[in-house]
């Protein structure tokens, strides 16, 4: 079981936009940065998203992210088959004095 | 261009020692930390712990904590992690990854490696 609560899976059809959802508490979200990852199976995982919203160098402006209270938001406008992936949350938790992921979200672009 | 190529896919017997690595390149190894991530089959995400090669110090997630060792070789810009006494329930892809601190608490990872499976089967 994750400290970070997220959806199983989200889909969209292509062009369209999506969210996904990233719920903790006070000792993690609240009082910490988020930073979101992309991940295909196989490969090695993508910072997409740190600091709750700011875009590492050679991300798209497609990826966007938010935070409020103990949860979190990763946004993408535009959607390509080539964003299909798993995406994680993740932040510092401060009760557990460590870094904690969500469950993971398993996109579909339909 | 920074890099992290992890060592290949293993398969052991439960009991057995283990030690995987991630060779790393394209920034100065001193100056940044380390870690590893685990995922278990079908499951997410899991910090296990960070090295700081410039002086080893090491932080572990409690979870993690006697569980495996993680160390740094500077000479060849290389972070290791091993288990004295492999179990099935170890058995999963770990990554490394570069992480960012600030007052010591990882705020991201901004690098990954490319994962090791460990399969841990009698």
């Known amino acids: 079981q994750s400290v970070l609560t997220q959806p199983p899976s989200v889909s969209a059809a292509p062009g369209q936009k999506v969210t996904i959802s990233c719920s903790g508490s006070?000792?993690?979200?609240?009082?910490?940065?988020v930073s979101w990852y992309q991940h295909l199976p196989g490969t090695a995982p993508t910072l997409v998203i740190h600091?709750?919203?700011k875009r590492p160098s050679g991300i798209s402006d497609r990826f966007s992210g938010s935070r409020s209270g103990t949860s979190a938001t990763l946004g993408i406008t535009g959607l390509q088959t080539g964003d299909e992936a798993d995406y994680y949350c993740?932040?510092?938790?401060?009760?557990?004095?460590?870094?904690?992921f969500g469950g993971g979200t398993q996109l579909t672009v339909l | 261009e920074v890099q992290l190529v992890q060592s290949g896919a293993e398969v052991k017997k439960p009991g057995e020692s283990l030690k995987i690595s991630c060779k790393t390149s394209?920034?100065?190894?001193?100056?940044?930390?380390i870690g590893w991530v685990r995922q278990m089959p079908g499951k997410g995400l899991e910090w296990m712990g960070i090295?700081?090669?410039?002086?080893?110090?090491?932080r572990y997630s409690p979870s993690f904590q006697g569980q495996v060792t993680i160390s740094a070789d500077k000479s060849i810009t290389t972070a290791y992690l091993q288990w004295s006494s492999l179990k099935a329930s170890d058995t999963a892809i770990y990554y490394c990854?570069?992480?960012?601190?600030?007052?010591?608490?990882?705020?991201?990872?901004?690098?990954w490696g490319q994962g090791t499976l460990v399969t841990v089967s009698s």
């Open positions: 990854a570069r992480p960012s601190l600030v007052r010591g608490e990882v705020r991201n990872f901004d690098y």
């Open positions: 394209g920034y100065s190894f001193n100056d940044f930390w």
């Open positions: 090295i700081y090669p410039d002086d080893s110090d090491t």
């Open positions: 006070s000792s993690n979200i609240g009082n910490n940065y």
């Open positions: 600091d709750n919203d």
């Open positions: 993740g932040t510092w938790d401060s009760s557990l004095s460590a870094a904690v």
